[in-house]
Structures are given as structure tokens and as C-alpha cells.
């Protein structure tokens, strides 16, 4: 059992820069596959990015590439999501989710573990 824990959120200008952490425990981290996604109220869960397990490839959704960046360190079992010149349409909750099979990167029902999340909100 794997848990995930999100933070570094809260209320950012517009134009400022962010940086999410998740915290992993319980389990064997590289062996993941890790992402985050963010929803907002009657939305579904929107995919942005993913990080391989061990060589650190990374994929970022082109809706916030150039903008948003993901990376992970093994050793502190943390997957981090580097968002820059944020936007009012950005305000969301961001969570973080571990996936131990290949394939599905967009899709959150192929993820085996959710952190609770975390709420960005940008200012206009």
C-alpha cells in the first residue's frame, strides 16, 4: 500500500511560479510510474504530466507544456510538478498518482494510488 501526500499549494498571483511535492511511503517508489492531474468543481480529472520510474522521462500535456514541469527524486521518494507563469484558469486541486503498469498515462482509472490533493488558487 502505497500512500501520497501533495503539498506546496495555496494562493499565487498570476504570472507567479509554484511548486507541488508528493510525498511518497510504503512502498517501493521507483517502482511507479508518477503523475499528476488537477480538477476543478464539475469537471473530470485532467491529466498534465508524467514521470517514468527510473530514467526520469518525462511527459508533459500540451495544454501547460512550456509552462508546468514534472520530475521525481528516488531517493526522497518525491514527485514534484514546477508550475510557472500561472493563470487564473489554473486554480484547481492538484493531486499526485502512482501507476505501476505501463500504458494509460492519461487515464486516471489506470492509476493505483491518489494522494488527497492539494488547492491551488491563482488571483486575477
Known amino acids: 500500500q502505497v500512500q501520497l501526500e501533495e503539498s506546496g499549494g495555496g494562493l499565487v498571483e498570476t504570472g507567479a511560479s509554484r511548486r507541488l511535492s508528493c510525498a511518497a511511503s510504503?512502498?517501493?517508489?521507483?517502482?511507479?510510474?508518477m503523475a499528476w492531474f488537477r480538477q476543478t468543481p464539475g469537471k473530470e480529472r485532467e491529466f498534465l504530466a508524467q514521470v517514468s520510474r527510473v530514467n526520469s522521462v518525462t511527459y508533459v500535456v500540451g495544454a501547460v507544456k512550456g509552462r508546468f514541469s514534472i520530475s521525481r527524486d528516488n531517493a526522497k521518494n518525491t514527485v514534484y510538478l514546477q508550475m510557472n507563469s500561472l493563470r487564473p484558469e489554473d486554480t484547481a486541486t492538484y493531486y499526485c498518482a502512482a501507476r505501476l503498469r505501463p500504458g494509460g498515462l492519461d487515464n486516471h482509472s489506470a492509476y493505483d494510488y491518489w494522494g488527497r490533493g492539494t488547492q491551488v488558487t491563482v488571483s486575477s
Open positions: 510504503g512502498g517501493t517508489f521507483s517502482s511507479y510510474f
